[in-house]
């Protein structure tokens, strides 16, 4: 019995280590677990894309649910996630606000020329100051935003139509139900 | 040759940007607390060796909480906020890491029991001046 100790003790430490494989391929490592779902959505006031004069700030979003997209004309996944931005995103019938993150403004504008432009509004933040406020770390990321301001989802990375089937799908039929 | 060798450092140099410290103790305080803060996007590096866009962009947000009188603390609850416990290196002791912290202690502790079982076993088995002369079976 005793004899067979190390194996038992080796096939434990195969079943850890295995356990361990089967974690990380469950979960996606680069993505960090915002702190601010379920949080007031932070306090911004942005300027709107190609007009600098108008600033758009969080309150003037209040009333109705918003998709906002963190996107930048030098994001090469924001290419990628751009259609089904402008397809399935934008068929949940959600206003989409841009974040042109970190971008210079005439490239933001012409990048959206290009592509076309998916979004109601776009606003610009230049520094990238408001993007920490929102705890962004790369683009792209979105962020479900409620009629009373609360950020109720959020996910990081390009869209995908999948992720818009089991992620928006449901969070958008969690807000309809309380008739937010 | 030689400048062939040193290139990679320059560009090093120039990448990370000189932030103008008031004096050399706030620069050391900027070096130790940013590394000690990981950079959220490249996963494992810490802030003050990353390169990242974002990672620029938070020292230069740290640097303006020195500068603007925080603590270390209120800097560190400031990212943790919006970055969550992933950005610190040092996680907190809290039920959720109890096994983190606490887990290599138990291991520790269950090998120490299991070699104190043995050892009084052996004893029990061959007790002082009665050993076997031939003692070369390792018994488990």
């Given at each position: 019995?005793?004899?067979l100790?190390?194996?038992?003790?080796?096939?434990a430490?195969?079943?850890?280590?295995g356990?361990?494989?089967?974690?990380n391929t469950q979960?996606?490592?680069?993505?960090?677990?915002?702190?601010l779902i379920?949080?007031?959505?932070?306090?911004?006031?942005?300027p709107e894309?190609g007009?600098?004069?108008?600033?758009v700030?969080?309150?003037?979003?209040?009333?109705?649910p918003y998709?906002?997209?963190?996107?930048?004309?030098w994001c090469?996944?924001?290419?990628?996630?751009?259609?089904?931005?402008?397809?399935?995103v934008?068929?949940l019938g959600?206003?989409?606000v841009?974040?042109n993150?970190?971008?210079?403004?005439?490239?933001?504008?012409?990048?959206?020329?290009e592509h076309?432009?998916?979004?109601?509004l776009?606003?610009?933040?230049?520094?990238?100051?408001?993007?920490?406020d929102?705890?962004?770390y790369g683009?792209?990321?979105?962020?479900?935003?409620?009629?009373?301001g609360?950020?109720?989802?959020?996910?990081?990375?390009?869209?995908?139509?999948?992720?818009?089937?089991r992620?928006?799908?449901p969070?958008?039929?969690?807000?309809?139900?309380?008739?937010? | 040759?030689?400048?062939?060798?040193?290139l990679?450092?320059?560009?090093i140099a120039q990448a990370?940007?000189?932030?103008?410290?008031r004096?050399?103790a706030?620069?050391?305080?900027?070096q130790?607390?940013s590394?000690?803060l990981?950079c959220p996007?490249?996963?494992?590096e810490t802030?003050a060796?990353?390169?990242?866009?974002i990672?620029h962009d938070?020292?230069?947000q740290?640097?303006?909480m020195?500068?603007?009188g925080?603590?270390?603390?209120e800097?560190?609850a400031?990212l943790?906020?919006?970055y969550?416990d992933?950005?610190?290196?040092?996680p907190?002791v809290e039920?959720?890491t109890?096994l983190?912290w606490f887990?290599?202690?138990?291991?520790?502790a269950?090998?120490?029991?299991v070699?104190?079982?043995?050892v009084?076993?052996r004893?029990?088995?061959n007790p002082v001046?009665?050993?076997p002369?031939n003692?070369?079976e390792?018994?488990?």
């Amino acid at each position: 019995m005793s004899r067979l100790m190390p194996l038992f003790v080796f096939l434990a430490l195969c079943g850890l280590f295995g356990f361990g494989i089967w974690w990380n391929t469950q979960h996606d490592q680069h993505e960090i677990v915002s702190p601010l779902i379920d949080k007031p959505a932070p306090d911004f006031l942005l300027p709107e894309l190609g007009q600098p004069m108008s600033m758009v700030g969080k309150a003037s979003l209040l009333g109705k649910p918003y998709f906002l997209n963190v996107f930048g004309s030098w994001c090469i996944e924001c290419v990628h996630e751009h259609p089904v931005l402008s397809g399935e995103v934008k068929s949940l019938g959600l206003r989409l606000v841009g974040l042109n993150y970190k971008d210079e403004p005439s490239d933001a504008m012409n990048w959206l020329r290009e592509h076309g432009n998916p979004f109601d509004l776009v606003i610009t933040d230049r520094d990238g100051r408001a993007g920490i406020d929102f705890g962004v770390y790369g683009a792209p990321e979105t962020f479900l935003i409620d009629g009373k301001g609360v950020i109720r989802y959020k996910h990081v990375g390009p869209i995908t139509p999948e992720v818009v089937d089991r992620e928006f799908r449901p969070a958008l039929a969690a807000l309809s139900k309380e008739g937010g | 040759m030689i400048f062939m060798l040193l290139l990679p450092l320059l560009s090093i140099a120039q990448a990370i940007q000189p932030l103008p410290f008031r004096d050399h103790a706030e620069e050391l305080r900027f070096q130790h607390l940013s590394a000690e803060l990981r950079c959220p996007m490249c996963q494992n590096e810490t802030l003050a060796d990353s390169n990242a866009p974002i990672a620029h962009d938070l020292r230069r947000q740290i640097f303006e909480m020195m500068q603007a009188g925080r603590s270390d603390a209120e800097i560190k609850a400031y990212l943790v906020d919006r970055y969550s416990d992933f950005v610190l290196y040092k996680p907190p002791v809290e039920p959720k890491t109890w096994l983190l912290w606490f887990g290599p202690l138990i291991v520790l502790a269950l090998g120490g029991l299991v070699v104190a079982i043995q050892v009084r076993r052996r004893a029990r088995q061959n007790p002082v001046g009665n050993m076997p002369a031939n003692d070369t079976e390792d018994d488990w």
